[in-house]
């Protein structure tokens, strides 16, 4: 004889199996923007980092600026080139190095400069230095700010052009957001 289940029996283990389902749902979410965010920043702060080497290593101003033709809206996608004609943005005659594609639709980027006019670029110069995109000179520094959901992560970038990632609910007073 073979045994089996009785229909009460199954209800009884689906029913509380969609409650188990129902309370991991929430924080399967969070832990979803969670990887989201830490990926998305990683790659932006990986990005930074090879601007900076690559232009230590070949001598020229190398930019990391947002990808849209607006040069505005990072969640667009960011990349990295050699401006050689120092309009800020990836061009004939320019070398591109890297191009990240769009980021997840629920992630939120921006950005705070030391001088904040459009395009967004952040540039720097053949000693690792952040820098003005035109000149090579004067500091370029602040922060990019990630957001998903609710949790942010900041990439603090200083006057030397060395840049940090941060998470502000750790590190409240020393990692602040860029305004905006």
Known sequence: MLAGFTLIELLAVMAIASL??????????????????????????????????????????????????????????WQVFVDRDGDRRPGRGDTLLMRHG?????????????????PLYIAYNSAGRSCKANTGLGAHFGTLSLEA????????????????????AREPSGCTAASG
Do not use: H
């Open 20 to 77: 188990l389902l129902g309370f991991s749902a929430p924080s399967l979410q969070l832990a979803i923007e969670g990887y989201r965010l830490r990926s998305a920043a990683a790659d932006l702060l990986g990005a930074l980092n090879l601007a900076r080497s690559q232009a230590i290593a070949g001598g020229a101003i190398v930019l990391l600026t947002p990808a849209d033709p607006s040069g505005l809206d990072w969640r667009q996608g």
């Open 102 to 118: 769009p980021v997840d639709g629920g992630l939120r980027i921006w950005s705070r400069f030391s001088a904040n006019t459009p």
């Open 149 to 168: 959901g609710r949790q942010q992560r900041n990439i603090k970038i200083n006057m030397l052009g060395r840049a940090r990632l941060c998470d502000p």
